[in-house]
């Protein structure tokens, strides 16, 4: 049973930095589409930021610059670097993957974070 768990949130103040961790287990995803999703409270989920097997990135407009997505494929693991961090940053951060083309089949428990002003 693949299994996507998440790590790293927590509370931080504007201006501060966190590294979120997505570590894969069960199956293999080096191969595969990997992304970063957010949901505040009262909102829907939004799209933060996917890498493709290959490497290749999007970030969501409005975060490039602050943002950054990465992948270690030798231990099944995906990063996302939020530096900068703002009180609007604040949501519960979950990680996906895709097992085919598409959709995103896989998707881990979330971690919040908290950044207070």
């Known amino acids: 049973q693949a299994q996507l768990v998440e790590s790293g949130g927590g509370l931080v103040q504007a201006g501060g930095s966190l590294r979120l961790s997505c570590a894969a287990s069960?199956?293999?995803?080096?191969?595969?589409?990997m992304g970063w999703f957010r949901q505040a409270p009262g909102k829907e989920r939004e799209f933060v930021a996917s890498?493709?097997?290959?490497?290749?990135?999007a970030v969501k407009a409005s975060l490039k610059g602050r943002f950054t997505i990465s992948r270690d494929n030798a231990k099944n693991t995906m990063y996302l670097q939020m530096n900068s961090l703002k009180p609007e940053d604040t949501a519960v951060y979950y990680c996906?993957?895709?097992?085919?083309?598409?959709?995103?089949?896989?998707w881990g428990q979330g971690t919040q974070v908290t950044v207070s002003s």
């Open positions: 996906a993957a895709k097992s085919g083309t598409y959709e995103y089949d896989y």
């Open positions: 069960g199956r293999t995803f080096s191969s595969s589409t």
């Open positions: 890498i493709s097997g290959s490497g290749y990135t």
